[in-house]
T-cell receptor
Framework: DQQVKQNSPSLSVQEGRISILNCDYT??????FLWYKKYPAEGPTFLIS?????DKNEDGRFTVFLNKSAKHLSLHIVPSQPGDSAVYFC????????????FGTGTLLAVQP | GAGVSQSPSNKVTEKGKDVELRCDPI?????LYWYRQSLGQGLEFLIY????????KSGLPSDRFSAERTGGSVSTLTIQRTQQEDSAVYLC?????????????FGPGTRLTVL
């Protein structure tokens, strides 16, 4: 039972344009959401997070949007750069439980120069 | 400062053998996590340590899997009688505390291949 779903395995975007990565979840107990970025042969690195009490969090070129009623979040990258090419994982946790993260299967983003 | 380190980076073993995977967390981090990523899958939680105790072992897939942490630092994940389905990248992460929003920092992983 996949509690966090990333339905797009890959996405290709032109440099300078917006990248939008999507994530859906099923567990209504999740109240903290994160995006991690992963390059080949490296561990995931934390990118941005959002608490369920917010609907938007912005950090430079990265913005995460949360729609609790739809159980959907998205990561916007504007403008996209070739160095953003990586696998992006959505993750969620229930802060009343242990801090284990439940991850999606990832989306491979390719930013074309 | 040094990040999370894991060893070995790659391990090839034969079915039925035991393997040990090591994780060195960031110095001072009290919480430590093990995850694994099988081919085409997301990261799957295995076990969580707070200090030397493991309050959540719910992700360990079978009793062939065990983990320990000593001195509130290094952790070892042991897989006994390895099976081909154990082939995956095993990732360790640590966080400063077990606070609910503390960032988990990941190591580079150990790629385990069971022949």
């Amino acid at each position: 039972d996949q509690q966090v779903k990333q339905n797009s395995p890959s996405l290709s975007v032109q440099e300078g344009r917006i990248s939008i990565l999507n994530c859906d979840y099923t567990n209504s107990m999740f109240d903290y959401f994160l995006w991690y970025k992963k390059y080949p042969a490296e561990g995931p690195t934390f990118l941005i997070s959002i608490s369920s009490i917010k609907d938007k969090n912005e950090d430079g070129r990265f913005t995460v949007f949360l729609n609790k009623s739809a159980k959907h979040l998205s990561l916007h990258i504007v403008p996209s750069q070739p160095g953003d090419s990586a696998v992006y994982f959505c993750a969620a946790s229930d802060v009343d439980s242990t801090n284990k993260l439940i991850f999606g299967t990832g989306t491979l983003l390719a930013v074309q120069p | 400062g040094a990040g999370v380190s894991q060893s070995p980076s790659n391990k090839v073993t034969e079915k039925g053998k035991d393997v040990e995977l090591r994780c060195d967390p960031i110095s001072g981090h009290t919480a430590l996590y093990w995850y694994r990523q099988s081919l085409g899958q997301g990261l799957e939680f295995l076990i969580y340590f707070q200090g030397n105790s493991a309050p959540d072992k719910s992700g360990l897939p079978s009793d062939r899997f065990s983990a320990e942490r000593t001195g509130g630092s290094v952790s070892t994940l042991t897989i006994q009688r390895t099976q081909q389905e154990d082939s995956a990248v095993y990732l360790c992460a640590s966080s400063l505390t077990s606070g609910s929003t503390d960032t988990q920092y990941f190591g580079p992983g150990t790629r385990l291949t069971v022949l």
